[in-house]
């Protein structure tokens, strides 16, 4: 299950491989959008996916470590490959990424960073923050999908599923804008601001 067309596949028959003007959760504006929560709602497949993942992995870590919302599913999917547990970090008050609930890392974890889709890297690199201000060892970040493509800026090794390289622009260049096409959000992060 790793040939990349085949994965991609997967998102546009599952309905999830959406063509449009959206605002990603990092602010930028794109013409296709990856709504991963329709591939992973099938188990069988989720699970098919996590264990694809785990096995491009050559490390073995002790904890996964996702981000939630979008992680949490192919994060414990691969934690369950893996024969490790899996916890996820949530949002605080002031937008932070934290661990709640009672999770916990400790010096001498090694974790493996698992994300839906990376566009920007910017929600896995506050992961890796926090797994790292715990004293944990981040080993390798995971994803079905790399937007992220050739840009990926991690200091530790990078694997994903499947690349699809779509630009994604800051609205004062978004073509979609500046044609006045309307913008939908369907991520969760912040609001709908208008195209300037």
């Not at 997967?10 to 959008?33: I, K, N, Q, T, V």
């Not at 609930?101 to 974890?109: E, I, K, Q, V, W």
């Not at 992220?148 to 694997?159: L, T, Y």
């Not at 006045?180 to 609001?191: A, C, H, M, Y």
């Amino acid at each position: 299950m790793t040939d990349s067309e085949h994965i991609l596949g997967l998102f546009r028959d599952s309905g999830a491989l959406l063509e449009g003007h959206f605002l990603l959760s990092s602010g930028l504006h794109s013409s296709r959008y990856l709504q991963c929560a329709l591939v992973l709602e099938d188990p069988a497949r989720a699970e098919r996916l996590g264990r694809a993942l785990a096995a491009l992995l050559a490390a073995q870590p002790t904890v996964v470590v996702s981000p939630a919302l979008g992680g949490v599913i192919i994060g414990h999917e691969v934690a369950r490959a893996l024969g490790v547990r899996h916890i996820f970090t949530e949002r605080d008050a002031s937008g932070r990424a934290v661990l709640r609930r009672g999770f916990a890392l400790r010096p001498g974890d090694r974790v493996v960073v698992v994300e839906d889709v990376v566009t920007t890297g910017l929600s896995t690199r506050e992961v890796i923050e926090v797994v790292r201000a715990a004293g944990a060892e981040v080993l390798a970040v995971a994803a079905i999908i790399n937007r992220f493509g050739s840009r990926a800026a991690f200091d530790i090794p990078f694997v994903s599923l499947a690349q699809l390289d779509v630009p994604a622009k800051p609205a004062e260049s978004c073509e979609l804008c500046q044609a006045g096409q309307p913008v939908v959000k369907p991520g969760s992060r912040t609001g709908v601001p208008a195209c300037p």
